[in-house]
């Protein structure tokens, strides 16, 4: 069924001959597969490919931890017990109140596993013959044979995946080292990070590269051993994501009508179906990482890690880590009627929501078999609404994106005897419910989005493109502090809280790791955190 992970188990298998063999080492480091002799293990198309799977694979690990950055930094979760002091509790507070330091275990995790897969990446490429140079993938002979098409659909689906982890590091940490090459230790040391824009510039390169290259084939023409691949409508919808975040909205038009057009993409009818195990890489997913359940090593674990605390094996077999845990405000946004609630989230008891979102059934510990969606076509629609921004009428076809959405999720027309405030409606062309001015649709968008894509690792993105970012979250603070920020140990004011949100703390810290290993130059550290 998911022809990638399988592909991978075999290489997992090979791993594993080796890891025992080195057993009498007290701490064994493996290197990459791609990295092995890669000048001579990358010979064909068989070769590249096997290796080009693992860096599929790497996706896993990043992913991990991703949503302490992108969820609950943001309005939607917080950490679930505000009363205790253990470590892992106190990692996340610091993240969520963004008071943490540069020596936080979680930031230099995520920072080392994405890197590592950008290496992988790298010696993928190498064997294809691609540089980059002067802001432009050159691509020669390379070390592996393979016909035409072979080497550029790898090319494509290499160069869309460090476009995409690229994307996330510079949004993370901004200021990043670029590194498009194999390099040695002793290289890595005398490397400087690169401006934001240099990243940006790279980002774009390989995006561009990927969408000229990558077979032009629809949705309908997946075959199955291609399914969850990056294709040519993955790579065009993540560089359209890049220019509306460089506010370059043109370009992202004219990608987002391509793919609203052209891919053969569309919405499903039910919002449960998008994520259910048995409806995987359906026509509204143009890009998800996949995992497999059944003791492969392979499965998901955020079944359990989102699942609540002392539930057993009432919500998920072996119970749950209670993380991702849903904010007040983010509970009471649904309207009624509307149909994404009860698949998003649910309560066990009153005081413990959770994200059910990715959750299905486990026999072992965070082993579960859901994908997770990294491009939706939702998303393409409403980031087409924000790329045309407001268009000078509550029925233009700003509108209408957000309300074809809305739509599916089971809103209704909307008639003057009804309750809007309440009830989930599409939102009318009159009255006083109508979106009539700029500021009104851009909050109507931004709450669109918030709902749609809820813990799918977006909101916080969502935030930092908006003029008022530092704004709406210390608002975050002072809607949860009654309720939850008050009953912190230590004690912490709202004034503090509030306090900690400026614009420098917005991104990370370089991991204090990364600087401190450095004994050839000062790479520098983030503004706000020195």
């Known amino acids: 069924m998911k022809n990638i992970l399988r592909h991978h188990k075999k290489v997992l298998i090979a791993v594993a001959s080796v890891i025992s063999l080195s057993s009498c080492q007290k701490t064994i480091e493996l290197e990459p597969i791609s990295n092995v002799g890669s000048d001579e293990y990358y010979k064909n198309f068989t070769e590249v490919s ?10 896993h690990k990043p992913l991990y931890n991703e949503w302490q950055f992108t969820e609950l930094r943001s309005d939607n979760s917080k950490q679930g017990v505000p009363n205790s002091s253990n470590v892992t509790n106190a990692e996340l507070n610091a993240l969520d109140m963004f008071n943490l330091n540069p020596f936080h275990e979680r930031v230099y995790d995520y920072w080392l596993d994405t890197y590592n897969n950008v290496r992988a990446i790298n010696y993928v490429l190498r064997s ?38 690229y994307f996330n590091l510079v949004r993370l940490y901004g200021s990043v080292f670029l ?8 290289q890595a040391k005398l490397m400087y990070r690169s401006s934001i824009q240099d990243i940006y510039n790279f980002i774009i390169a390989d995006l561009k590269k990927a969408n000229e290259v990558f077979p ?50 569309g919405l499903v009818d039910s919002y449960a179906d998008i994520f259910s195990i048995s409806n995987e890489m359906n026509k509204e997913i143009l890009f998800a990482v ?156 931004l709450n669109e989005r918030r709902i749609e894509l809820a813990f799918e690792n977006q909101r916080y993105f969502d935030i930092l493109r908006q003029p008022d970012a530092t704004n709406i979250l210390k608002q975050h603070f002072a809607n949860e502090f009654d309720s939850h920020y008050s009953e912190i140990i230590p004690p912490i004011s709202l004034a503090t809280l509030q306090s900690n949100v400026t614009v420098q703390r917005l991104i990370l810290p370089i991991p204090q790791k990364e600087i401190d290993k450095n004994d050839q130059i000062d790479i520098g550290q983030n503004d706000g955190y020195n």
């Not at 140079?133 to 689906?157: F, P, R, S």
């Not at 040519?232 to 370059?248: E, G, I, N, P």
Request: glycine share 10%; hydrophobic share 35%.
């Open 50 to 59: 096997s290796a080009l799977t693992g860096c599929y694979s790497g996706l």
């Open 179 to 186: 590194i498009s090459e194999p390099i040695t230790p002793q």
């Open 128 to 165: 294809l013959g691609a540089k980059y140079e002067n802001n432009e993938i050159i691509v020669g002979q390379g070390t592996a044979q393979m016909n035409a098409d072979q080497k550029n659909k790898i090319l494509g689906e290499a160069l869309f995946l460090r476009a995409y982890h």
């Open 216 to 265: 032009q084939g629809g949705f309908a023409s997946i075959t199955s051993a291609d399914l969850g691949r990056a294709n040519v409508w993955a790579s065009k919808t993540l560089l359209a994501k890049v220019y509306l975040t460089l506010d370059r909205k043109p370009e992202a038009i004219t990608l987002l009508n391509d793919v609203i057009n052209n891919s053969g993409y």
């Open 290 to 445: 996949r995992y497999k359940g059944g003791g492969f090593g392979m499965g998901s674990p955020f079944a359990n890690l989102f699942a609540p605390t002392g539930s057993g094996n009432a919500v998920v077999n072996n119970d749950g880590n209670g993380y991702n845990f849903p904010t007040d405000d983010f509970q009471l946004i649904y309207k009624a009627g509307d149909k994404r609630k009860e698949v998003t989230i649910a309560n066990y008891t009153p005081e413990k929501p959770y994200v059910k979102k990715f959750l299905s059934q486990v026999a072992l510990r965070y082993d579960a078999e859901n994908d997770f969606p990294v491009l939706r076509f939702a998303d393409v629609l409403l980031m087409k609404a924000e790329a045309l921004g407001y268009d000078g009428s509550p029925n233009g076809e700003s509108v209408q994106l957000i309300n074809r959405v809305r739509e599916r999720a089971g809103a209704l027309d909307y008639g003057s005897n009804t309750d809007f405030t309440i009830k989930f409606y599409k939102y009318p062309a009159t009255g006083p419910f109508a979106l009539t001015d700029a500021e009104t649709f851009r909050q109507a968008l």
